[in-house]
């Protein structure tokens, strides 16, 4: 059926391991779901969703599995967090739209620095700033 595919949580880096249909692509997992996706349970028929939602250190699901390994790796939000950390993460599986991939919107893009003035997306200087002149910035 099914081969198992090793994850590790983003907020603790705990490894789980899930056994699913290899044709379906991962795209990323992420701490939050992502924009326009919607996740199943492990214990749901996730084969026909969009993404997995995970919660760290649950395995409910027979396929599921956490190994007790945890990973040291860069993007781990905080590796010093008891692990497994019990907060939900997200697998997003590749999500194609009349043919082509979706991109998904990472949420930091909501963010709107600067209140969004008429001057547009300048630096925090005045309007003829241009590169940092002689007195820094
Ligand atoms: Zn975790």
Same mark, same amino acid.
């Given at each position: ?33 992502? $924009?326009?996706?919607?996740? =199943?349970? *492990? ?8 993404? @997995? +939602?995970?919660?760290? %250190? ?18 781990? $939000?905080?590796?010093?967090? =008891?692990? *497994? ?8 599986? @590749? +999500?194609?739209?009349? %043919? ?38």
């Amino acid at each position: 059926m099914g081969f198992p595919v090793s994850y590790y949580c983003p907020h603790c880096g705990a490894v789980v391991e899930l056994e699913r249909d290899g044709y379906l692509a991962d795209k990323s997992v992420t701490p939050y779901p992502l $924009e326009g996706w919607s996740y =199943a349970d *492990p214990t749901d028929d996730f084969e026909d969703a969009e993404g @997995v +939602r995970f919660a760290c %250190g649950e395995s409910d699901a027979p396929g599921l599995s956490w190994t007790g390994d945890v990973v040291d790796a860069d993007d781990v $939000e905080n590796p010093t967090l =008891a692990s *497994p950390c019990g907060r939900e993460f997200y697998l997003s599986f @590749v +999500r194609y739209e009349d %043919g082509r991939e979706v991109e998904a919107v990472p949420e930091s893009d909501y963010v709107v620095i600067g209140g969004g003035g008429p001057s547009g997306p300048s630096g925090p200087r005045g309007p003829d700033a241009g590169p940092r002149g002689p007195d820094g910035f």
